[in-house]
């Protein structure tokens, strides 16, 4: 890969999902939404683009109704082509998940339900997931042993920091509904992350991509891949669409993190460039390629340049 910036390339390349909301027996959700076929395209979409993420991370709501048949279903839709990318699954309970069934069918283990918190080491970066979740409710909030636990955990830093994984999102939204879903406890979450080698924190629930930071480190919230809710319906309202899913591409560098959004589905392709473009660009100096490239009077044509260089 030829460095065409100032930036080198990243250290590590993670795929941020959340709230894929599946069904058992393939129901589609609000009887409209095929939560399936978003997913399948999601997926499709991740491997076909070439990128070999290390780890995809799955910010929970992963069944609707905490159906066996439905984390069956997803493990079917996700495990094949994260393992064809060499991708580990990172799964992270919702509030619309079970413990039993998810520590049993996603990750192998007795089924408990016991709080589902996990450390993953990827190459060098630390993942952590946490279980925000409540219980019989859909609020978030963290036990003081799970705080105690995650403050242990960060005692050390790792190679390259620590990303944070968990479904309830730390920061506010403008969806005033969605606040009293909200994370519980966040001044204490904030004591044990401030200061620690917490470089960016990964969320879900809200249905809708936004950022924020929490005690000094950024937060990215992946939308959902099964519907998506309308921040500019009117005040008081919970509007649900049957559009814009996404999710995201999480970049991690030496000195930050870059975490982008990506939109499921196949829209017409009205401009762009194909590989065999930045093939000749990257065979050029630096000073060449911002000529051509860059200079609004550049007259650069590919064709020529590559019989040109076919001699």
Not at 53 to 67: K, M, R, S, Y
Not at 146 to 156: G, H, K, P, V
């Amino acid at each position: 890969m030829v460095q065409l910036g100032q930036h080198a390339p990243p250290i590590h390349v993670i795929a941020h999902v959340s709230d894929t909301h599946l069904l058992g027996g393939g129901r589609p959700l609000y009887g409209v939404v095929d939560t399936d076929a978003t997913v399948a395209r999601a997926f499709a979409q991740l491997e076909r683009s070439g990128m070999r993420p290390e780890a995809i991370v799955i910010t929970g709501d992963l069944a609707d109704l905490g159906e066996p048949d439905a984390y069956l279903r997803l493990k079917a839709l996700v495990e094949p082509p994260a393992e064809r990318m060499g991708a580990r699954v990172i799964w992270v309970m919702g509030n619309h998940d079970e413990r039993e069934p998810f520590s049993s069918l996603l990750m192998g283990e007795e089924p408990t339900t016991a709080v589902q918190d996990r450390v993953y080491d990827v190459n060098g970066l630390r993942i952590i997931a946490l279980d925000s979740t409540v219980p019989g409710y859909h609020h978030g909030d963290l036990e003081p042993a799970q705080l105690d636990w995650l403050r242990e955990q960060l005692a050390t830093p790792a190679p390259h920091g620590t990303l944070l994984a968990l479904h309830h999102p730390p920061i506010p939204t403008p969806v005033e509904l969605m606040a009293i879903l909200e994370l519980d406890h966040q001044t204490e979450l904030a004591e044990v992350v401030r200061g620690s080698d917490v470089r960016a924190i990964l969320a879900g629930h809200l249905h809708y991509s936004t950022t924020g930071t929490f005690a000094g480190v950024p937060v990215s919230v992946a939308a959902a891949t099964c519907y998506t809710i309308d921040t500019s319906a009117e005040p008081g309202s919970l509007a649900g669409l049957d559009g814009g899913q996404t999710f995201n591409l999480v970049h991690v560098y030496d000195d930050q993190v870059v975490h982008s959004i990506v939109p499921i589905g196949d829209a017409p392709r009205i401009a762009g460039f194909s590989g065999a473009f930045l093939d000749a660009l990257a065979a050029m100096t630096p000073e060449e390629r911002r000529e051509a490239f860059s200079n609004k009077r550049s007259t650069f044509n590919l064709e020529d340049h590559l019989r040109s260089a076919a001699g």
